[in-house]
């Protein structure tokens, strides 16, 4: 902003305002410009020790993972339901990586690439879209069908599909 380009009220009780105001809003963006990267490298600091004390604690204490809240059901979807990320905190992209690292560990990273869970999530989608796609682009005659969102058929198939998975045997795949 060039000093220049202000204009400047005519009126002596506005312009009066004007001249007060101008140093204070410079010393407001001043400051501001200035605060920000400490601010923002002390919160990224504080996130860093937060973690840190966080896989302190667990290395203290092993035995605190395994009082985690277990299904009775050693299932994908029963253990999602437990412990999976909900669909306001996180991404498609986080939920489906999520997934993909459990099938991993549970039954082993073969499993987890033939099974494809990211693709497999698409084609559920993409099914879904095709079903209504009528509806979508305004057919007045066309149906309009209700699906449940493609991660939770993705889970409940996938829950179908593989055996309850066996906590006695997660160290040995590590």
Known sequence: MRFD??????????RLRQIILLPVV???VLLSALLTPP????????????????????ALDPSSAAD????AEKSIADLWSLHGLNESGSSIDERLEL????????????TATELDIKQRHAA???????ANRSWYEGKEDAFHFMFSPPMRVLIEQL???LPSYDTTTLYSRR
């Open 26 to 28: 410079l010393f407001i």
């Open 39 to 58: 601010m923002y490298f002390m919160h990224l600091w504080d996130r860093y020790r937060a973690w840190h004390e966080l896989k302190r604690m667990i």
């Open 99 to 110: 997934l993909s690292k459990w099938v991993a560990i549970l039954y082993g990273e073969r």
């Open 159 to 161: 829950s179908q599909e």
């Open 124 to 130: 559920i989608a993409e099914r879904q879209f095709k």
């Open 5 to 14: 380009e202000i204009k400047w009220e005519t009126d002596p009780g506005k």
């Open 68 to 71: 985690a809240e277990s299904p």
